[in-house]
C-alpha cells in the first residue's frame, strides 16, 4: 500500500484521536483492569512491610471509598468541561473549542481517573478473609493521590486558560507552529508551487477531480500530489485554499497534460485532500487569527464592551502577524505553464489576505474605541518597519483605512486627536520615540498653543470666531483646533484666578474696593487689548460669516 493512499485515513484518525474524550479513558480503564488482575502474580514477588499490610475489612473499606472517590471526580471533572463549553462558546469564541477538548492534561487526568477506578474495583472483588492484595491496595492509594494533584493543575489550568488573553496567546503559539510547518514544507525538493493570484490555465483539463461530500478543506498532501504530476508527467491545479468550504461535486484538482487518468488515479487524486466539519490549525494558520479576531470583537460588542480584553488580543495578533509578514512568500506561478512540466499549483494565501484578516473587523467594530484605535495603529507602525519592504504598502493601506474610520466614527468627539496617536497599551502607555515626523508635528503643536497663549481671552462661545474650526477649514486642521480649547480654557481660568485670589475674610464690598486699589475692573486680563487689530483681521479673513 502506497503512502498516498493511508495519508489521507492516517490525518482523519489523528484528528480525532486528537480531540476524543473517551479513547484515552477507555485505555485507562483497560489497561487498570489489566493491572487488578495480574497484582497477585505482582504481590508473590514484592515483600511489603509491616506497615503496609491490611486487614481484609480495612482493604475492602479502603477499596470501595476509592471506587466511589474517583467515580465522582471523573464526574466533577466533566462537568467542569461543560462549563468551559458553555463559558467560552458565549464568552470567547466557538472555534476556541477546538483547542479546548484537545488538551492532553484533561485527557490524562480522565483516564487516569477511570483506570484507578477500574483498577480498585478489579482489586475490591478479590478481597478474601485469608487473601488480601496489599500491593494493590497501597498502589491505589498512590494513584488516588496523583489523581488529586493532576486534578488541582487541571482546575488550575481550566481557571487561567479560560481568560481571553490565554486564549489569544494559545492560538497565536499554534498559529506560528503552523505557519512555521508550512514554511517549511513550501520549501522542499517535493514542495508545490504556491500561487498568490488567480490560476489561469489555458486549454482544457485532461481530468477534473471533483469532491463526493461536502466539507472545510483540512489539509493537503502536497508533497503526494507533486510526486503524481512528476510520474504522469502533467501539471495539478488547485483553486481552493486550505480552510475553504467545497460543497459535494465541486472541482477541486485540475490535471492539465499527460494522458487522461482513469477512476483508479481520480480516486488516488481524491484522498490526497482532506475535508472535515470545520478547520484545523495544523495547515491553516489563517485559523489561528480567525480566533484571535472572534475574541477580540465579541469584546468589542455592546453587550460585553471590554476594549482591554481587544488590546490584549492585538498584542498576541500582531506577533503571529510579525512572523507572517518576515516571511518571504514565493512569488507569483507564470500563467501559462508547460502542461507536461510535472508541477503542482496551488491557491494560498498571501500577506495581504493575512494582514486584512487580522485587522479589518478589529478596525470595524472597535474605531470608536480610542484605546484600540491606539494599539491598532502601534501595531500596524511596528508592523510597517517590521516586515519585508514588499510588504509595507499592504500596512500602510490599513493605516490610511485606520486613520479614515477612526475620523468617521470619532468626528465629533473632542477625543479624535488621541484616537489618531499610538500606544502600544492603548492608553496609558509611554510615548513613543520622536522620529522625523514626530518632530515636525510636535513643533506644529508648539507653535499652535504659542499664538493661542498671546490671545488668552478668547471666548470659547464664539464659534465662527474660531479660524480653527471654521467650516471651511479642512479635517486637520479643525482636528487640531478642537484639541488647543482645552487649552484655551485652562490658561483664561488662570489668568483669572491670578488677579482675582479668593478673599475669604473680605466682605462682599470690601471686594469692590480691593478692585478699585488694585486700579483694575475685575473682568480685566492683561493682554485683551494687546492683539486686537491682529484679532480683528484674523477673524475677517477665516471665521464663517
Known amino acids: ?118 483498577f480498585s474495583f478489579t482489586l475490591l472483588a478479590g478481597v478474601e478473609e485469608n487473601s488480601v ?36 496567546a494559545l492560538a497565536a503559539a499554534e498559529g506560528r507552529r503552523a505557519f512555521e510547518s508550512t514554511v517549511r514544507a513550501a520549501t522542499g525538493s517535493d514542495a508545490p508551487e504556491i500561487v498568490r493570484g488567480p490560476l489561469e490555465i489555458p486549454g482544457e483539463p485532461t481530468t477534473v477531480v471533483r469532491t463526493r461530500s461536502a466539507g472545510s478543506i483540512q489539509a493537503i498532501d502536497a508533497t503526494a500530489l507533486v510526486r503524481f504530476a512528476r510520474q504522469h508527467r502533467s501539471t495539478l491545479v488547485l483553486n481552493h485554499a486550505i480552510g475553504d468550504f467545497v460543497p459535494a461535486g465541486v472541482a477541486v484538482i485540475r490535471v492539465y497534460g499527460g494522458e487522461p487518468t482513469g477512476d483508479g488515479d481520480e480516486h488516488q487524486l481524491r484522498r490526497m485532500i482532506v475535508l472535515g466539519v470545520e478547520r484545523t490549525i495544523e495547515q491553516d494558520p489563517a485559523f489561528a487569527v480567525r480566533i484571535m479576531v472572534d475574541v477580540a470583537i465579541k469584546a468589542l460588542s455592546p453587550a460585553v464592551n471590554d476594549p482591554t480584553t481587544a488590546v490584549q488580543v492585538i498584542n498576541h495578533l500582531g506577533d503571529l502577524l510579525h512572523r507572517i509578514g518576515a516571511a518571504d512568500f514565493r512569488p507569483v506561478a507564470p500563467v501559462d505553464p508547460d502542461p507536461g512540466a510535472g508541477r503542482v499549483l496551488i491557491a494560498a494565501r498571501g500577506w495581504e489576505q493575512y494582514l486584512a484578516l487580522g485587522v479589518t473587523e478589529i478596525r470595524g467594530y472597535g474605531a470608536s474605541s480610542v484605546q484600540v484605535a491606539r494599539r491598532l495603529r502601534a501595531m500596524l507602525e511596528e508592523l510597517h518597519d517590521a516586515v519585508l519592504p514588499e510588504h509595507r504598502p499592504a500596512v500602510a493601506d490599513e493605516l490610511e483605512r485606520l486613520e479614515a474610520a477612526v475620523a468617521l466614527a470619532l468626528d465629533s468627539s473632542p477625543d479624535l486627536d488621541r484616537a489618531s496617536e499610538a500606544d502600544k497599551q492603548g492608553l496609558g502607555g509611554a510615548p513613543p520615540s520622536l522620529g522625523r515626523l514626530d518632530r515636525l508635528h510636535v513643533e506644529d503643536q508648539a507653535v499652535h498653543r504659542d499664538h493661542a497663549h498671546r490671545r488668552p481671552t478668547r471666548e470659547l462661545g464664539a464659534g465662527p470666531c474660531l479660524p480653527e474650526l471654521a467650516e471651511d477649514t479642512d479635517l486637520a486642521d479643525r482636528r487640531e483646533g478642537v484639541g488647543h480649547l482645552a487649552d484655551r480654557a485652562d490658561q483664561v481660568l488662570d489668568a483669572r484666578l491670578h488677579l482675582h485670589p479668593p478673599h475669604p475674610a473680605l466682605p462682599v464690598g470690601d471686594l469692590d474696593h480691593a478692585d478699585r486699589q488694585a486700579g483694575q475692573p475685575a473682568d480685566h486680563v492683561p493682554g485683551i487689548g494687546e492683539d486686537e487689530e491682529e484679532d480683528r483681521r484674523e477673524c475677517e479673513e477665516h471665521c464663517v460669516p
Open 133 to 168: 492484595p496489599h500491593v494493590g491496595v497501597t498502589a491505589t492509594g498512590v494513584l488516588m493521590t496523583v489523581d488529586l494533584f493532576l486534578f488541582l493543575f487541571f482546575l488550575d489550568r481550566f481557571v487561567h486558560r479560560l481568560r481571553p488573553v490565554a486564549v489569544a
Open 1 to 118: 500500500m502506497t503512502r498516498s493512499a493511508v495519508w489521507a485515513p492516517d490525518f482523519k484518525t489523528r484528528q480525532y484521536l486528537k480531540g476524543s474524550l473517551w479513547f484515552l479513558p477507555l485505555l485507562g480503564g483497560i489497561t487498570g483492569a489489566l493491572l487488578g488482575l495480574l497484582e497477585p502474580v505482582l504481590a508473590r514477588r514484592v515483600s511489603m512491610p509491616m506497615a503496609l499490610e491490611y486487614s481484609a475489612s480495612t482493604a475492602s473499606v479502603l477499596l470501595a471509598s476509592i471506587v466511589g472517590a474517583t467515580a465522582a471526580l471523573t464526574g466533577f471533572v466533566v462537568t467542569v468541561s461543560v462549563l468551559v463549553v458553555q463559558m467560552a462558546s458565549s464568552t470567547l469564541s466557538a472555534r476556541y473549542m477546538r483547542l479546548w477538548y484537545r488538551d492532553r492534561v484533561l485527557h490524562v487526568l480522565l483516564a487516569l481517573l477511570v483506570g484507578t477506578f477500574t
